[in-house]
Structure formats: C-alpha cells, structure tokens
C-alpha cells in the first residue's frame, strides 16, 4: 500500500515566522501536487511539481520535489493569517492514481 | 468559466433512507472523481469516471454506494440505506483530461446521517 505521511499535522506559530512541512513515501511519483483547503471548502491546487529536485515559488511560497522524487516540502516565509488552513499533498503513481497524504493543519495566529 | 458545481451543500438524512449527491465538472472537463473526508483528516478517493463510463471504482464501498456520470447532466454519488458512518464531506473533482492530473474541486457536500 503506497502512502504519503505527511508531517507535522498540526502546527499552530505566528504571524511572521517561517514554517515547512514535509510529504514523504517510500514510493516514486511521477509527479506531486499540493492543495490548501479552508474550512467548508474543498482543496484548491497550489502547484504541481513533476521534476525531481524541482522548486516552484508561489510569492511567499516555495515548493521543492526531492531528487529521487520520494518526498516534497513546502516552506512559507512570513507566515499571514490568510496561510491558515489545510495543506494537503498527492502525488500521482505509476497507475496513475493520486495518493493523497493526510493533510497538516496550519494555524497562523494575528 | 463556473467552477466544479455541487449540490446540495449539506445534506440531512435519517438512518435507511438514500442520499444524492450531484456534481457538475467544469466546462470542458470529461474526467470526474468523488473522494470522502471525514473530519480532521485528508481525502479518501472513492471512484473515477468518464462520460457514461466508470474508470476506477476502487475506493467505492462494495454495498450501498454507486456513481453514474450519464452523457447529460451532472454526475451523480448515490448512497443508499445510509447509516451514521456515512456522515462526511463528500468532494467531486473534475479533470480536463485523463491521467488524474490537475483535478479541480467543488466545494463538497457535507452529509449528515441522523
């Protein structure tokens, strides 16, 4: 069973401070999306990464797929209060099916 | 360009009775999917389908669910003889073309059972 941990689930900082969370899987994919999803809102796709050792930057943003193509990261620079929600990662498999991760929590506190 | 559609948003049914659940993909897109989210975790994948087709129904419940995406009108998530477990947010994600890429959501139907 492939699986995507996703990691911390929750974290909770504020206003100004860095962060980076972490999606991670002893699988390859071929490529890797991350989603932010508000509360009674369905996810909304923030990027897509499909190289390995790829990086995307989304303004304050920055997206990173590992080499071997295993794991992402996401680091946001100066936390906002509008960053609060849930981020979500899939990565697409061999077959072509999205593996979702769990999700982390994020709370940015004014 | 109207995004992913779904209705109703919430949903309330007493134990046995049937639930549908519709979802209009954006203009464009052929390829729709239905995942389940049960509070405070990620999405569940459920099933995928094309026009008049289903792709992948490996995420689906063997009894009691069933989706159609019929040539006209929206795609349909029908639960039927609903019991308290089924209590969830219901999401559709739509997709121009197939491969599961780039999926875009509506903005679900939360669906409690009585």
């Known amino acids: 069973t492939q699986l995507l941990e996703q990691s911390p689930q929750f974290l909770s900082i504020q206003e100004g401070e860095n962060l980076t969370v972490y999606c991670n899987s002893s699988?390859?994919?071929?490529?890797l999306q991350w989603y932010r999803q508000e509360p009674g809102e369905g996810p909304v796709l923030l990027v897509t990464v499909v190289t390995g050792g790829e990086v995307k930057k989304l303004k304050r943003l920055t997206f990173q797929f590992g080499d071997a193509r295993k794991d992402s990261s996401l680091h946001i620079t100066a936390a906002q209060p509008g960053d609060t929600g849930l981020y979500l990662c899939a990565g697409m498999d061999s077959n072509y099916q999205l593996i979702w991760g769990a999700g982390t929590k994020l709370i940015i506190k004014p | 360009n109207a995004g992913v559609m779904q209705n109703p948003r919430h949903l309330v049914r007493r134990r046995g009775q049937e639930a549908r659940l519709r979802c209009s993909p954006m203009k464009g897109h052929s390829h729709v999917y239905w995942y389940r989210q049960l509070p405070e975790e990620g999405l569940k994948f459920m099933v995928y389908l094309q026009k008049e087709n289903i792709i992948d129904e490996s995420g689906m419940p063997k009894e009691r669910f069933s989706a159609e995406f019929p040539k006209e009108g929206p795609s349909i998530l029908r639960i039927q003889q609903v019991v308290r477990g089924d209590s969830a947010a219901y999401f559709c994600?739509?997709?121009?073309?197939?491969?599961?890429?780039?999926?875009?959501f509506g903005p679900g139907t939360r669906l409690t059972v009585l």
């Open positions: 994600a739509s997709s121009p073309t197939s491969a599961y890429n780039e999926q875009f």
């Open positions: 699988s390859v994919f071929s490529s």
